[in-house]
């Protein structure tokens, strides 16, 4: 008598992830036509909502996955910003070549500040993040070379002449600024698809798995051997990374800089929070939903001077209360779909005895 096992495997599709995955690649395709099919200022209100979901993805993975509730993210996005308009003025560097140089001059940016706020818990962490965002402001006020607290421009030659500008001039016949708004919008599609591939590929991982142990119970995690410390400081880096990309990408297309401006916590932070906890946070769906919703209700709203700011803190609170895990949470409890799963489900059959001959076969 043998015993037959059939296999097992882990999977985490559902039903509506792979038809959604097609609906992906075909709007990917109508999104990269997008400067072709639309009038300019769609293709800047694009470029926004882009990278704000960007931003949003990276404080979801940090405090949705990683357990780190930062309100400093924008150190991150100042601090880019104003390394890449140093490389472009001080060291004569292609805007598109110091947006990479940004990220990099970021993510080392957050090595001494993770030294400091990880030995933070809660909200003194969130407070600790806050401190750090503006020393780096007041630090970065004071460059007489970048235009102190009053700011600076890019140099009209340098965005003028930025990598692959010429091309479209030449190939599509557009005029220098419409080929840099496009340009500029076709690297933050970029930067939002490779965003979301590396964290959708990262909850999927084994590291994933610590990430999520790590965020529901640190304790608990580190007694089953994971390294909380360094999966949060891996999260903590990648993220400063991006947002550092992030930030100056979108001084690449202001063309413009203050210290209030690239520092704005209300810009760069709170409408960030805002998108994730009205999509959803700890979802890789929330942000998209929630970026969507932010970009209609501020066109909706801003016509109401001061009262916008209290209306979406009004229905910021609304879905805090009534929806804890934000609109897609809601709307995925009650029909089971993710888009992005990342829930390992257990596929195979049941166990099966089978007879081969027998003690005389």
């Given at each position: 008598m043998s015993l037959v096992v059939p296999s097992w495997r882990v999977e985490t599709r559902t039903k509506a992830s792979a038809p959604f995955a097609l609906a992906a690649a075909a709007a990917l395709a109508l999104a990269f036509a997008a400067p072709f099919l639309v009038s300019r200022g769609v293709v800047q209100d694009l470029f926004f909502i882009l990278t704000m979901l960007v931003l949003a993805q990276n404080w979801n993975l940090l405090a949705g996955y990683a357990g780190l509730i930062s309100v400093g993210q924008q150190a991150f996005?100042?601090?880019?910003?104003?390394?890449?308009?140093?490389?472009?003025?001080?060291?004569?560097?292609?805007?598109?070549?110091?947006?990479?140089?940004?990220?990099?001059?970021?993510?080392?940016?957050?090595?001494?500040?993770?030294?400091?706020t990880f030995r933070l818990q809660g909200p003194y962490f969130a407070i600790g993040t806050w401190v750090i965002a503006e020393v780096v402001r007041l630090l970065l006020a004071q460059w007489k070379a970048l235009g102190g607290g009053t700011g600076t421009s890019l140099p009209r030659d340098a965005t003028r002449d930025m990598i692959g500008v010429?091309?479209?001039?030449?190939?599509?016949?557009?005029?220098?600024?419409?080929?840099?708004?496009?340009?500029?919008?076709?690297?933050?599609?970029?930067?939002?698809?490779?965003?979301?591939?590396?964290?959708?590929?990262?909850?999927?991982?084994?590291?994933?798995?610590?990430?999520?142990?790590?965020?529901?119970?640190?304790?608990?995690?580190?007694?089953?051997?994971?390294?909380?410390?360094?999966?949060?400081?891996?999260?903590?880096?990648?993220a400063s990374f991006i947002t550092g990309v992030a930030g100056a990408l979108i001084y690449v297309q202001k063309a413009r800089i203050s210290p209030d401006a690239a520092f704005s916590v209300i810009d760069w932070t709170a409408y960030v929070i805002f998108i994730v906890v009205i999509g959803g946070i700890g979802t890789v769906e929330g942000p998209i939903v929630g970026v969507i919703l932010f970009f209609f209700l501020q066109n909706l709203l801003?016509?109401?001077?001061?009262?916008?700011?209290?209306?979406?803190?009004?229905?910021?609170?609304?879905?805090?209360?009534?929806?804890?895990?934000?609109?897609?949470?809601?709307?995925?409890?009650?029909?089971?779909?993710?888009?992005?799963?990342?829930?390992?489900?257990?596929?195979?059959?049941?166990?099966?005895?089978?007879?081969?001959?027998?003690?005389?076969?």
């Open positions: 996005v100042g601090f880019g910003a104003y390394a890449m308009f140093a490389c472009v003025i001080l060291l004569g560097v292609d805007p598109i070549a110091a947006v990479l140089i940004a990220g990099v001059l970021s993510m080392l940016l957050a090595i001494p500040t993770a030294f400091f010429g091309l479209m001039r030449d190939v599509f016949d557009m005029k220098a600024s419409e080929a840099g708004d496009a340009l500029t919008y076709w690297l933050a599609l970029i930067l939002m698809v490779l965003t979301i591939g590396f964290v959708y590929r990262l909850l999927c991982s084994k590291q994933g798995l610590g990430l999520a142990a790590v965020r529901d119970n640190e304790q608990a995690a580190r007694a089953v051997g994971v390294n909380a410390r360094r999966m949060k400081a891996l999260v903590y880096l990648a801003a016509g109401y001077g001061s009262w916008y700011l209290l209306m979406l803190g009004l229905i910021g609170i609304l879905v805090m209360l009534f929806a804890p895990r934000g609109l897609w949470g809601l709307f995925s409890d009650r029909t089971g779909i993710q888009l992005f799963p990342v829930r390992r489900l257990l596929r195979g059959g049941s166990l099966n005895q089978a007879h081969k001959g027998g003690p005389h076969g």
